[in-house]
């Protein structure tokens, strides 16, 4: 599967973004999606994901309840809405695919489970203060 990730930019602190992912192929929704993010000389990290049909989410402490990720399968999409941005959330954003169809995961696991997936290309993310 192939991912093109979009709608980054530059917000100030307090803003919010909302992050798209398209992704090609029929078994999108049979996929885990999810979104990580790498900061200049930072590993990448775990953000958020979503289950094939959506019943299922998962996020990173630092960003709960204040991103939401969701999907729509009829568009072949995952989004990422981020919302009371801070400079701290300033970086490259992925997405990703878990092409394994991994059935149930813990968020210490995320980044295990989507390593050998696809990933997009990721957009950037620039929040000033």
């Known amino acids: 599967v192939q991912l093109q990730a979009s709608g980054g930019g530059l917000v100030q602190a307090g803003g919010s973004l909302r992050l798209s992912c398209a992704a090609s192929?029929?078994?999108?929704?049979?996929?885990?999606m999810g979104w990580f993010r790498q900061a200049p000389g930072n590993e990448r990290e775990f953000v958020a994901a979503?289950?094939?049909?959506?019943?299922?989410?998962y996020y990173e402490d630092s960003v709960k309840g204040r991103f939401t990720i969701s999907r729509d399968n009829a568009k072949n999409t995952v989004y990422l809405q981020m919302n009371s941005l801070q400079p701290e959330d300033t970086a490259v954003y992925y997405c990703?695919?878990?092409?394994?169809?991994?059935?149930?995961?813990?968020?210490?696991?995320?980044?295990?489970?989507?390593?050998?997936?696809?990933w997009g290309q990721g957009t950037q993310v620039t929040v000033s203060s």
């Open positions: 990703a695919a878990d092409t394994h169809r991994t059935p149930v995961f813990t968020t210490a696991q995320a980044m295990g489970v989507f390593r050998d997936g696809s």
């Open positions: 979503i289950s094939g049909n959506g019943d299922m989410t």
């Open positions: 192929g029929r078994t999108f929704s049979s996929y885990n």
